[in-house]
């Protein structure tokens, strides 16, 4: 048996993902910018992409949502824009968060060298950052706040409507990297007071290298990529019409099911999170309580096993079928400990321990009871072989967990 379990990395594309766009590779060639017949019929299919996006993330108008090549892009494009308009007004000041993903964290580091004051904010040791956290950092000088909308290893949700109310109140725009959360739980832009949000496509059972930056509109945007007059002259570069159809597709399809998809997801989760917990001495689940669905992402199981390395964990589970992670897919070459981890206060040896199984509605039961026969097993092995249990066995060392 192979079990994929690493959904938060990326998910299989959707039987509908998948038609829609081998009919869109067939039959729309043309490009939507040419004004024959073929090149207006895939400009006619674009919008309609672009206004089911928006009807599915509650934007007020179809003209919010620009299409970029996934959410490093839309994550790149919104804090750029932010900080130079701020910039223009005398505002550097910029806040976000310690354990955002490297797209927001990477840029933020860039913008720093070019003269902004970047603030991260510190994250409390079950995952979440604060409305009160937010208002207490915002200053005259404030240009933007970004926070992730949920967390890509742990899984907390964060308190997102509270922080955009409170940046809505003080004048400073909002973004937030919500790769992890539409088509996993309910969004609504306009609701939540966000100004900028990314999304990526492959998340949620679409393709790769498409997605989204909803941008409220009388927001300022900053081309990213130059060129032709494409996305209304904001991102050039003719568009993927098959991969954009593809994920108009897939996230309608997602949201269509939400309620369904949530509740058989969660019980998943919550079989295998409390099994491991069971069966497993010395484990540790990061973030929030686990039966709290307005604040964790139904189908992110993230632990820490004292006494094993991550990396040696993740190979003896894919020996058994078992495909995980000990984190984000885009740190996975790095052998320092997860910065998520360090950031709710994980000791580096523990977080070295990690493993991080994400669900979702293509896995079954049948498989949670799999991994939940195996991965047991594969901690014990590792931890026969290993020194530093040895040392915490016989008390040489106090257990951290």
Request: net charge negative.
């Amino acid at each position: 048996m192979r079990i994929y379990a690493d959904n938060a990395a990326t998910t299989p594309m959707s039987e509908t993902a998948v038609r829609v766009m081998e009919d869109a590779l067939e039959h729309l060639y043309g490009n939507p910018s040419s004004l024959h017949s073929a090149g207006q019929e895939a400009r006619a299919r674009l919008e309609e992409a672009r206004a089911q996006i928006a009807s599915c993330l509650g934007a007020a108008a179809p003209n919010e949502i620009y299409f970029t090549s996934g959410g490093s892009e839309a994550d790149n494009t919104a804090l750029r824009s932010a900080a130079l308009a701020g910039a223009k007004k005398g505002k550097k000041h910029i806040i976000s968060t310690a354990f955002e993903h490297h797209a927001i964290l990477h840029t933020l580091d860039a913008l720093a060298k070019e003269g902004f004051e970047v603030e991260l904010l510190p994250v409390s040791p079950d995952g979440f950052v604060t409305a009160a956290q937010v208002e207490a950092a915002i200053r005259e000088d404030t240009a933007l706040v970004s926070v992730m909308y949920a967390n890509n290893e742990i899984g907390t949700v964060q308190p997102i409507r509270e922080i955009g109310q409170v940046c809505r109140s003080h004048g400073v725009l909002f973004h937030t990297d919500a790769v992890q959360a539409v088509g996993h739980i309910p969004v609504d832009v306009q609701a939540d007071c966000v100004d900028m949000l990314s999304l990526s496509a492959h998340k949620f059972h679409g393709p790769k290298g498409v997605g989204v930056l909803y941008v409220r509109r009388g927001v300022t945007l900053t081309p990213f990529i130059r060129g032709g007059a494409q996305e209304r002259g904001k991102r050039a570069g003719t568009e993927n019409v098959p991969a954009i159809l593809s994920m108009a597709a897939a996230l309608r399809e997602a949201v269509d099911r939400l309620p369904e998809h949530m509740a058989y997801v969660s019980a998943l989760r919550d079989k295998l999170n409390d099994g491991l917990l069971r069966a497993v001495p010395h484990t540790a689940q990061n973030g929030t309580a686990l039966r709290d669905p307005a604040h964790r992402l139904p189908g992110t199981v993230s632990l820490c096993f004292e006494g094993v390395e991550g990396e040696s964990l993740l190979l003896r589970a894919d020996l058994a079928g078992i495909e995980v992670s000990s984190g984000s897919a885009c740190t996975s070459g790095s052998l320092e400990p997860s910065h998520v981890l360090l950031a709710i206060g994980r000791p580096a040896e523990i977080a070295h321990g990690s493993m991080r199984l994400t669900l979702s509605d293509t896995n079954t039961e049948a498989e949670v009871d799999y991994m939940l026969e195996k991965i047991p097993a594969i901690v014990a092995g590792l931890r026969d072989m290993s020194p530093v249990w040895e040392d915490l066995m016989s008390g040489k060392k106090p257990h951290l967990i």
